[in-house]
């Protein structure tokens, strides 16, 4: 099975330089020395200098942060709560309609959401800026937040939530001090994935932007049209670099967890051997 | 109360000492903990629940046994409070509980699956219902502690669930639900995860803490042996309703029907037309050409009626010869033989294709046993041994 052949090793190479090989290029020549993209002059970092010189890419990538922080913790608290409610809340009059249109905007084009939010902007007479782009954020994020909440909610045992019921917590403080800590795993994934999904969002984020307030993927698409800048691709290099880092981060969290999982696996065997022995002692 | 002392005796109501006096329900004045009055619960079309009276007395260990599906969860989770009846009232010392939401009742449930938080510690499980009772912080400490040496887990303390074994789970879950001193307490099928052996270590060390506490227990189980050996009265649920509420000695030795007789350990089934005989007797007409057998009445049947007469193996006598004086006889065939070490059960076959099964105690080596497939015996038993019961 695990056999080196030429074979494989050529499907690998080139699916991996499929995948990768454009990145390597726009990171190579992030370090150029010369203004031309296509033309190596030597190694330099001046183009990072020039980035962070540049007033324009530094108000957008903050509006970037400030969008994706604010429209991630609302979608989850609202993603969480509709999850709470689908899963738990029995069976109420059009449960079926309100799960099916949670999810609506996953499979919605971008620019259906997009235009649609704007007409709305328009109609009810909205400055469009930061605020709207939040707003618009937090819908289609909410729809994720809920979907990766709920899956974690239905695999959860039930009795749970009852024994706490049932030991003399109100319905709150049974949500608040054992549902909550049991599914929150979920609920910062939820976060995370809706803040990476607000970072990279260009459709949603151009329709509802006002002049007020650009996003860095604005900011980006719209520079890349005037021509390719080494500044482009310094940037793109910090954020693959960014992305890099929280990937390496996540493999690095769960391949801890599986050794701690190990290890309480162990422990549970020795303290049930550690009772047994004392039982016969006694 | 009336628990067994030893393992050897695991179905005889009657314990040593003074204990053997509590018997609540034959006592006109005592006042029920719980009390059931038509009873319904319906889902949907389904009816889980059947107009069901039931009365439960402080200090008892109250089993409710039966098949799965037959309602017995049903009725417990109306008293922690998760459901509640479609119809009929139940009280809890006189006043109605049904209103009354989980959170609110004196009334704690040990869980199937245990259902400890994984996110707290041994300790922090156990202070979980002591905190929200507005208990002082020491005070919740010490108790803490005493439910930890009463469940022998001090060591393991300061660990997550996840990280001692099931048995250790299973005791957690106990101390958890016993902490607020509830004035009953359910339990779940308690010891179904657990292996054989640690399961009747476990039952014997339930018993003692219902003694020790004096709180009220009520049990669901579908294992007939866990309800004989723990409780003080067994209720047999069958489809929605109540087919008998006894002590364990009274179900298995006077069963009110055959589905009791049936449900509750092994027994031997023979139908016939009755007729009664006098003195609470009644005789069973179950073959052409064969003398009739006899048996104690279930209650009062009238000449001709449909009956089934039950008898347990292990009140069968196997004999070579005919035996003298008994009325009870009947003579087959060893079909088969089943050999479990301790004991040997031994399937009859009379002549117009029924088997009867016969226990009988290895007190010799296997050598030596009298009897071997295909030998013609008789079998027999007194008049009292078994039960003729008419539904």
């Known amino acids: 099975m695990s056999r080196f052949t030429w074979f494989n090793a050529t499907a690998l190479t080139f699916g991996f330089a499929f995948l990768y090989l454009p990145m390597v290029i726009l990171i190579v020549y992030s370090f150029n020395e010369s203004r031309l993209v296509t033309v190596w002059a030597g190694f330099s970092t001046k183009w990072y200098g020039e980035l962070f010189r540049n007033e324009q890419f530094l108000d957008a990538a903050w509006v970037t942060l400030r969008v994706a922080f604010f429209s991630a913790t609302i979608a989850t608290v609202l993603g969480t709560m509709a999850a709470y409610v689908l899963v738990r809340g029995g069976r109420f009059f059009g449960r079926t309609l309100f799960s099916g249109m949670i999810y609506a905007p996953l499979v919605m084009p971008e620019v259906i959401t997009g235009l649609s939010l704007l007409l709305l902007f328009i109609s009810i007479n909205l400055d469009r800026g930061i605020f709207t782009i939040i707003l618009a954020h937090t819908t289609f994020c909410m729809a994720y937040v809920s979907v990766v909440v709920s899956s974690r909610l239905v695999s959860f045992d039930r009795s749970v939530e009852e024994a706490a019921l049932d030991l003399g917590a109100t319905p709150f403080d049974a949500f608040r001090s054992v549902t909550l800590p049991i599914i929150m795993p979920a609920v910062v994934s939820g976060w995370l994935l809706g803040f990476t999904l607000s970072l990279d969002d260009l459709v949603i984020a151009s329709f509802t932007a006002g002049p007020a307030a650009t996003t860095l993927p604005i900011q980006i698409f719209s520079s890349v049209r005037l021509g390719v800048s080494p500044e482009i691709n310094a940037l793109s290099t910090i954020l693959i670099g960014i992305v890099a880092l929280g990937v390496v981060t996540a493999s690095l969290i769960s391949k801890r967890n599986l050794v701690r999982q190990a290890r309480d696996a162990r422990r549970a065997i020795q303290a049930g051997a550690e009772d047994a022995r004392e039982a016969r002692a006694t | ?217 009520v049990i669901v189980t579908h294992d007939q042996e866990e309800a004989m050996t723990v409780a003080s009265r067994i209720a047999v649920m069958n489809e929605g309703r109540i087919a008998q509420v006894d002590t364990p000695g009274r179900i298995y030795e006077s069963p009110a029907s055959v589905y009791v007789a049936d449900f509750v350990g092994d027994v031997n ?63 087959g065939r060893v079909h088969d033989i089943a050999y479990l070490g301790n004991i040997s059960t031994y399937h009859v076959l009379l002549p117009d294709g029924v088997i009867v099964q016969a226990l009988v105690a290895n007190s010799r080596r296997i050598a030596r046993r009298d009897f071997t497939w295909e030998d013609e015996v008789w079998l027999s038993w007194s008049d009292t041994a078994g039960v003729v019961l008419t539904r």
């Not at chain 2, 009953?184 to 020790?212: S, Y």
Request: glycine residues 8%.
């Open chain 2, 1 to 217: 109360m009336n628990q067994p002392s030893s393992p050897q005796t695991p179905a005889q109501p009657a314990g040593p000492g003074p204990a053997t006096a509590f018997h609540p329900w034959d006592d006109p004045e005592a006042v029920p903990l719980i009390r059931f009055q038509g009873v319904t619960k319906r889902f949907g079309d389904f009816t889980a629940i059947d107009d069901i009276d039931l009365d439960i007395y402080p200090r008892e260990f109250f089993a409710l046994l039966g098949p799965s599906g037959c309602g017995k969860t049903t009725l417990m989770r109306m008293l922690a409070g998760f459901e509640s009846p479609s119809l009929g009232a139940i009280t809890l010392e006189g006043r109605d509980i049904v209103r009354v939401p989980p959170h609110k009742r004196a009334v704690n449930m040990m869980f199937q699956s245990y259902a400890l938080f994984p996110h707290l510690t041994v300790e922090q499980n156990i202070a979980f219902g002591l905190k929200r009772s507005g208990m002082e912080k020491d005070a919740i400490e010490a108790r803490v502690a005493e439910m930890l040496r009463m469940v022998q887990l001090q060591k393991f303390a300061t660990r997550k669930p996840h990280q001692i074994s099931g048995g250790q789970r299973q005791r957690v879950a106990l101390a958890r639900a016993l902490a607020k001193a509830p004035k009953l307490l359910l339990l779940d099928e308690p010891l179904g995860a657990l292996d054989k052996k640690l399961r009747q270590q476990t039952q014997f060390e339930l018993v003692d803490i219902q003694e020790k506490t004096g709180t009220t227990f």
């Open chain 2, 269 to 331: 089934l023979i139908e016939g037309n009755a007729r009664p005989i006098g003195q609470g007797m009644a005789e069973i007409h179950w073959r052409e050409g064969v003398p009739a057998i006899r048996g104690q009445a279930a209650e009062p049947l009238a000449e001709g009626d449909r009956a089934t007469l039950a008898i347990r193996p292990e009140k069968i006598t196997v004999s070579r010869e005919r035996p003298e004086g008994r009325n009870n006889v009947v003579q």
